[in-house]
Structure formats: C-alpha cells, structure tokens
C-alpha cells in the first residue's frame, strides 16, 4: 500500500513538473526514463525525489530521438559520454527553472558521497567520464558532491582542464543533438591525450 502511494504521489509530482501524462513506477536500484515512463531505483527518500526531478528534466529537455540509435546499445563509449554530458546540461536546466530543486540536489549528494568515497576510481575511461560528472555538479552550484573528488587525486591537471572544459560546454548546449557532438569530441580528446602520454611515456624510457 505504502509502495502504491508513493508511486501515485510521484506521479502526480513528475506530471507537474512536466505537464504531461507520465506513469512513474518505484522499482529495483536504478532510476532511468525512456521517454515515455520513469523508473525510479528504491533508496533514502531524499535520493529517490532527486531522481525524479533528474528523470522529469529528462522528459522536458532530452531529445531522445536524436540519440536513440547509440544509446540502444548496451554498452559504448558514446553512450557514456553522451549521458554525463547530458546530465549535467538537464541538472543544470532544472536548477534554473525550479530554485527549491538545488536543495534536493544537495541532499542526494550528501547521499552520494558516502557511497562514492567507498569506491576505487582508475585512470579508465568509465571513471574519467564519472569525474566530469562530479565536476559538472560542481560547475552547477551542487557543492556538497565536492569531498567525492578526494578519491581522484590522479587527475593530473591537463586531465582536469579538459573534463572542467566538456562540462562547462555542456551546461551552454543548446540542445541534445549538441551534446552528442561535444561527447563525440570529448572522446576524441581523451584519445589524442591517452596516445601523447604513451608515446612520452615510451620516449623516456627509451631515454
């Protein structure tokens, strides 16, 4: 009973937010829209509103036309890419168009943090893409995600200066057509970076 209340409340709140019909479901430990229903993952309540106002900012900003070949596909770089970038350009929209949601955001992330600080992040391609996301939070006013970054103190500081640089790029796309180009470009970045720090790797030990 209590489930089915929550569900309905929720629903009634996302169909506020974005003026259009949307049955939302509570359900497993992921939250994720696919443009047309909302699934929010069970969690501390705080984590669970947040998620659906991240999710309803998805029904009123993402185009999801305009990227559904690539993110059908189960796992790929783009489709990676293409959702930090996105995340933080529609965060930062909701921010903008209902001032209260900062707080939520800020409550979610103190959540966050927590589970984040509990992780081990790498030099990989997933865990770069994660610390844009951090820095895109930053970058959008969500403060309380900042001790999440003690965990990233391999960052070197060309490293930073690009992810800082994607996620202000992000937070002034126009759309999601837009942010589909500055992942495929972010990558390509990344890959010129990777490809410049092995070949002076190599020169110095050859030296």
Known sequence: MK????????SMLSNALTRKGVNVTIAGGSSYTNGKRIVIGVGPWDQ???SLLHESAH??????????????????????????????????RNIREFPGAIQSYQSSRRILVDIITKREFTNCLDDILYY?????NLENGITAIKPALAGFDWVTLELDKLCLKYAQLAQTAKDTLEVRELAENLLLELAAMQQANQQEAEGEAEG
């Not at 844009?132 to 895109?136: A, E």
């Open 3 to 10: 489930r089915n209340t929550e569900q309905a409340s929720f």
């Open 48 to 50: 669970m509103v947040c």
């Open 59 to 92: 029904l009123n900003h993402t185009n999801f036309s305009a990227i559904g070949n690539v993110m059908q596909q189960t796992s790929t770089a783009l489709k990676n890419a293409i959702n930090v970038l996105e995340d933080i350009r529609i965060d930062l």
């Open 132 to 136: 844009v996301l951090l820095v895109g």
